[in-house]
């Protein structure tokens, strides 16, 4: 899951990025409110965490902006101000949630499961499928012509990702935006490490290989 962290407060920041990564989430951050705008204009992420008071332009004026163009990706407003009014405030604008500051990471990290399994819901997509291979979202479990497949939570990131984008070229780059941290080095080989792995898992035993290797392209999974 990728988020985009919008919080000019660098410690702060710090904190959370340090957190969800820790989580496995994929994280972009920004400090400014027009950078912020513009990266979640772009519709690639999962989730947004916006902080209320931004330079430049304030959270909820990001969230009122992104609202009126269409843009419904889930978002959850972080803020010292947390009169009554000011979360009504807050929620009207758009956001999906509104969290009052000093919090804790651990109702965070249940919030943003709150939000985006809502979004979720209403996609009403739990399962995905190609040829006999099986993915369950809801319980997390794969299975390939019904033998079940036990993944790390990496490789489940990762199959999951090139589940939804069956059929499609999928390259080195959109694989380090979406299922890992951005800031990795393109030409490390984690990405090499993790495909030969979850091709040993997902395709050694079957006759026929799902995970290809399309030299100088990147990866695509075949039915």
């Known amino acids: 899951m990728k988020i985009l962290l919008i919080e000019d407060d660098r410690e702060a ?46 959270g909820i004026t990001i969230i009122q902006t992104l609202r009126a163009s269409g843009n419904e990706t889930p978002a959850i407003i972080l803020t010292a101000l947390d ?22 990471f651990t109702e965070l990290l249940a919030r943003i499961e709150a939000i985006t399994r809502r979004k979720s819901a209403e996609k009403a ?34 199959l999951e990702y090139l589940m939804r984008n069956a059929g499609t070229v999928i390259t080195r780059t959109m694989l380090l935006e979406h299922v890992w941290d951005y800031n990795f080095d ?25 995970i290809q290797t399309l030299r100088g392209a990147g990866y695509k999974l075949v039915a």
């Open 186 to 210: 393109p030409q490390t080989n984690v990405i090499d490490v993790h495909i030969s792995r979850l091709r040993h898992k997902i395709d050694k035993g079957f006759d026929k290989s799902l």
């Open 125 to 158: 997509v739990t399962k995905l499928t190609c040829g006999d291979l099986e993915m369950d979202l809801l319980t997390r479990t794969v299975r390939r012509g019904g033998k079940p497949i036990d993944l790390q939570a990496r490789e489940f990131a990762l």
């Open 83 to 104: 009169k009554v009014e000011e979360r009504v405030k807050g929620l009207k604008s758009g956001a999906d949630d509104y969290l009052a500051k000093p919090y804790s």
């Open 13 to 58: 920041a710090k904190y959370l990025l340090k957190g969800l990564r820790e989580q496995n989430y994929v994280v972009d951050h920004c400090a400014g409110g027009k950078d912020g705008l513009f990266m979640a204009a772009s519709g690639k992420y999962d989730a947004m965490i916006i902080d209320r008071m931004l330079p430049e332009v304030d």
